[in-house]
């Protein structure tokens, strides 16, 4: 090599020094690393032994500044992109959260709302291992779910996706799905961040709510899907939050989710809900989807030119990305598990494990519930709900299934040919039918669609994203209830809802009815298996059904909209915190549910009745199943200052336990309360304040059914 660059004068002297030099590195440091292997080992981003803060800050200097604005966009619709020149492979997403839904038929699952009717955290930690077993059977690397948004009002048309109104309900169940999704190396996102309550003009409107109403109610959730979930992913809401879109708030995420929470994984925007890319960039947004529509280079490089965005933005963006994806594992394995079987038994019997638990009985009037199948011969079928199976909402929640099993299907499974079913859709012959048989179950609601249509507004009336829904079920349902009431006097009805609906005109004429929610592909096994008896229902209210539209404390300000505004004028008086404080009687409360035995609830007892704020106490009560059938029971603990600086509702949901009893039997039920949820955010010092004094601790079987009471003293912390 030196004889033929000698050869030229001109570069004789100045290239003599490096030519000895790296003769000098190939002798003595390139032939022996070539010899050992080392000059093929790969670079440390990608060395599985190394921590992900390592591999991420390595494979972030390799990048050019193009490739890291191109990374933050995502790409093909439900990707994070690829960048073959390292090697760095794309990341699949999926569309939740009722199942993996993005490619074909999947498990669907109970809904967001009828999980947190379950009031059962294991049930939700199971669902969550099955979502997470479906998305590892189609190489989904990134499940969008779970939602748990705050049930305001019942017209919001994503209610059933969200986890009902109250925040100490959602953050006990939204920690354990996460948990379970996660177990399976796929990565939740919770979403959407926030105050996303209604869809009505959802691109437009500013949900504007008070600093403490916000930390009270609209942001607990989110708080406990990241500490106690360890959530990977955010997703930003479509709506501002106090004039601020949420893809772009800098209260929302830099000084909240990142700065105050801790969160350590990445935001993502919801689809097409970025509206300036230079906003979203300084207020927090770390990856755009489904495309780099705002944050891009052509919008990005001038603005790092000319200061107003940082480099150093950028880099803790991309930074965050690859730091969660590659502790996910996702550059050292395949996502896919062939292992799995796309239609999963066992995540079929998850299902139906959580719709057994989910469903409600709102109303049992002489023990019209369970059917007896010694005296009933025949009984009749008929509504819009019937069959088809009404498993799911409309919008990105909808999932296309392997099977799904009606009520019709249900029933007529479970009759077995012992009792005959009757059956059809015209509404004059479903009364001729309601009259010649023992009983009647009629099953209305919303999201009926006619047989083979699988689509959303199209196929018939929707409950789900991009619209709200009437609170008013339609009158031809409301009609057909009224006349086969009159014809059997043993009718039972079953809705499909993400919420309440009105009842005045019917609920009086019939003796029984179910909310059966949305509850997956197993529904109408789990609705003919409560029927007859075989399930003892046992789910309760995740929010408060009102008797009118008018009785809902948000009525006066849902879609009132000035200057694309909606005022959360109720404050922390949402749900069943309105109905209690105005005194207001619902039609059916806040953790209401009827079953077909009874329970007996022995005297509170406390391990101490004077705790320092910083402490904790326990509750415990005994429960007796005093009926004749083996059942579940809710036991709930509600909180109130005897004296406060500042208004509170008259009860609050601080702690609750699911029990299984068998008739006769009774347990000891232990409700752990820390001094801490007896806090209230302080708009002062913008944190949470307990004041120590005396406060009511109740315990009962819903909001409006309390079974024991106790005082206990809060003193100031110790040391």
């Not at 059938?629 to 909180?639: H, K, N, S, T, W």
């Amino acid at each position: 090599m030196q004889k033929y660059l000698f050869n030229y004068p001109q570069f004789r002297h100045a290239l003599k020094p490096a030519v000895c030099a790296a003769s000098i590195f190939i002798a003595f440091v390139a032939l022996p690393l070539h010899a050992a292997g080392l000059l093929n080992a790969p670079p440390l981003y990608l060395d599985p032994s190394q921590p992900p803060e390592k591999r991420a800050d390595d494979l972030l200097a390799r990048m050019t500044l193009v490739e890291k604005l191109n990374y933050i966009g995502g790409t093909n619709g439900f990707y994070i992109r690829a960048i073959e020149r390292l090697s760095v492979p794309a990341i699949k997403m999926s569309d939740g959260p009722m199942g993996s839904r993005n490619d074909g038929p999947t498990t669907c699952y109970p809904g967001g709302i009828v999980l947190a009717a379950t009031w059962d955290r294991e049930m939700a930690r199971k669902i969550g291992v099955g979502l997470g077993r479906d998305c590892r059977a189609r190489g989904v690397n990134i499940l969008l779910a779970p939602a748990v948004n705050i049930y305001r009002s019942p017209l919001c048309g994503r209610n059933f996706e969200y986890m009902g109104e109250d925040p100490f309900v959602a953050s006990q169940m939204v920690g354990p799905l996460i948990q379970g999704i996660q177990s399976q190396e796929v990565l939740a996102t919770v979403k959407h961040f926030a105050c996303n309550n209604q869809e009505w003009d959802r691109h437009n409107i500013s949900s504007e709510v008070d600093e403490r109403t916000l930390n009270e109610i609209y942001l607990p959730a989110f708080k406990a899907a990241v500490q106690q979930g360890k959530v990977g992913c955010v997703m930003t809401a479509y709506n501002l939050v106090n004039g601020v879109h949420c893809s772009q708030n800098d209260y929302l995420i830099n000084q909240t989710l990142e700065n105050q929470w801790g969160f350590q994984g990445f935001v993502m925007s919801d689809w097409t809900s970025t509206y300036n890319g230079v906003a979203c960039a300084n207020g927090g947004l770390d990856l755009e989807m489904p495309s780099a529509r705002m944050m891009n280079a052509t919008n990005l490089l001038p603005a790092i030119q000319d200061g107003r965005v940082k480099q150093s933005v950028i880099d803790d963006k991309v930074r965050r990305i690859l730091r969660t994806v590659i502790a996910a594992g996702f550059f050292d394995r395949p996502q896919l598990r062939k292992d799995i079987p796309l239609n999963d038994p066992e995540n079929d019997r998850t299902a139906l494990a959580g719709a057994r638990e989910s469903i409600v009985l709102l109303k049992n009037n002489k023990h019209t519930l369970p059917l007896n199948r010694q005296t009933i011969k025949s009984i009749a079928v008929v509504g819009p709900n019937a069959d088809p199976a009404v498993y799911c909402g409309g919008g990105s929640a909808f999932t296309r299934v392997f099977q799904a099993i009606s009520i019709l299907d249900g029933i007529t499974q479970i009759a077995d040919g012992q009792i005959k079913v009757l059956y059809s859709t015209n509404a004059e012959e479903a009364v001729q039918l309601a009259r010649q048989a023992d009983a009647a179950v009629v099953c209305v609601g919303f999201n009926q669609r006619p047989r083979g249509q699988e689509g959303n507004r199209r196929a018939g009336l929707m409950e789900g994203e991009g619209h709200d829904r009437p609170f008013d079920l339609p009158d031809v349902q409301m009609n057909l209830i009224a006349a086969v009431a009159a014809a059997n006097a043993h009718t039972i009805v079953v809705i499909n809802s993400g919420g309440g609906v009105a009842w005045a005109g019917w609920l009086d004429r019939v003796p029984a009815v179910l909310q059966a929610w949305y509850s997956g592909q197993e529904s109408g096994h789990a609705v003919a298996e409560i029927l007859f008896g075989d399930v003892n229902p046992s789910g309760k209210l995740p929010a408060t059904f009102e008797k009118r539209a008018e009785d809902n404390p948000t009525f006066p300000y849902y879609h009132l909209s000035e200057n694309h505004t909606t005022p959360y004028t109720e404050g922390i008086f949402v749900g069943y915190r309105g109905y209690d404080e105005k005194n207001i009687e619902p039609q059916f409360c806040f953790g209401h549910g009827l079953s077909y035995t009874e329970f007996e609830y022995g005297k509170l007892e406390v391990t101490t009745n004077r705790i320092p704020a910083n402490r904790s106490v326990t509750v415990t009560v005994e429960v007796k199943n005093t009926g004749e059938r083996a059942g579940d029971e809710i036991v709930q603990l509600y909180v109130h200052p005897v004296k406060s600086s500042v208004p509170w509702p008259p009860k609050e949901l601080r702690g609750f336990e699911r029990v299984s009893l068998k008739p006769g039997e009774k347990k000891t039920v232990s409700l752990t309360l820390p001094a801490g949820q007896l806090a209230f955010y302080d708009v002062k010092t913008h944190g949470f304040v307990v004041e120590p004094g005396a406060f009511d601790i109740m315990v009962g079987s819903s909001s409006r059914d309390i079974r024991g009471k106790l005082r206990l003293e809060v003193v100031a912390a110790d040391k």
